[in-house]
């Protein structure tokens, strides 16, 4: 089988996917993915309205393509730990490593060497979509990112997802929140949370639709209906 269980502690179950390269979680709705590209925004797609084979030489376009060649090289376990060695177009070294813990969490470390330069590297998963109350200590009021976050103070947040993201009238990227220490989401009595274990803070957006789904969107009414929470950390 190309699934193994990996570890299973406090009711929750890992399995890791070698041919795909995902990590399954019995609490999660969509599996923990490696993500180096995010939805388009305005900028991206500016001069290919009027140029269209431009699209293809943007960041973002090069990105995808690039990890459409995302896969499995080399798997090592030792104990509860997992370390995958992944070969990707344009990397020069990806290594990720799942520490499975005893009360149920795992502690994810990623290491990459690229050899241009990156849009983005996080992970990303999906949760069942009743998952919608978020508390988040970071740069949590407002839209930010790393070019433009330092109006923006630390503070603790709590709210729904709209409180977390940002709707523009052509659906693009939008919702990001950087410097975050940890973020919570919550159903009521079930709760994941995500905490930064070293001075590299996280990056975290917060989504009702995936970023497929909103390339595929050219207006807000032509989005799929709400069906996942999709969680982004970079």
């Known amino acids: 089988s190309s699934s193994a269980i990996i570890n299973q502690a406090k009711g929750i179950r890992y399995s890791f996917d070698k041919d795909s390269g995902l990590m399954y979680c019995s609490k999660l709705k969509e599996p923990i993915s490696l993500k180096f590209t995010r939805a388009a925004i305005d900028n991206d797609i500016a001069l290919s309205i009027f140029v269209s084979f431009y699209k293809l030489l943007t960041p973002v376009n090069i990105c995808i393509r690039a990890e459409k060649s995302l896969k499995v090289s080399r798997i090592s376990i030792n104990s509860s730990l997992l370390t995958v060695e992944y070969k990707m177009n344009n990397l020069k070294k990806l290594i990720v490593s799942y520490r499975m813990l005893s009360d149920g969490g795992m502690l994810i470390e990623a290491e990459t ?122």
């Not at 241009?116 to 740069?139: A, E, H, Q």
């Not at 790393?146 to 990227?173: A, C, V, W």
């Not at 590299?200 to 789904?213: G, M, P």
Request: proline residues 2%.
């Open 113 to 234: 060497l690229p050899v241009v330069d990156m849009v983005k590297f996080g992970m990303t998963f999906g949760l069942y979509n009743d998952f919608c109350d978020i508390s988040m200590y970071g740069r949590s009021e407002n839209e930010n990112y790393i070019d433009r976050k330092s109006g923006t103070k630390i503070n603790l947040k709590s709210g729904s997802i709209e409180d977390f993201s940002h709707s523009y009238m052509r659906p693009q990227e939008n919702g990001n929140h950087c410097d975050v220490r940890w973020m919570s989401v919550s159903n009521g009595s079930d709760k994941v949370k995500l905490t930064a274990m070293s001075s590299n803070l996280l990056s975290v957006s917060i989504q009702k639709n995936s970023a497929d789904e909103t390339d595929a969107a050219q207006h807000i009414h032509e989005l799929p209906s709400f069906k996942t929470v999709w969680v982004n950390a970079d």
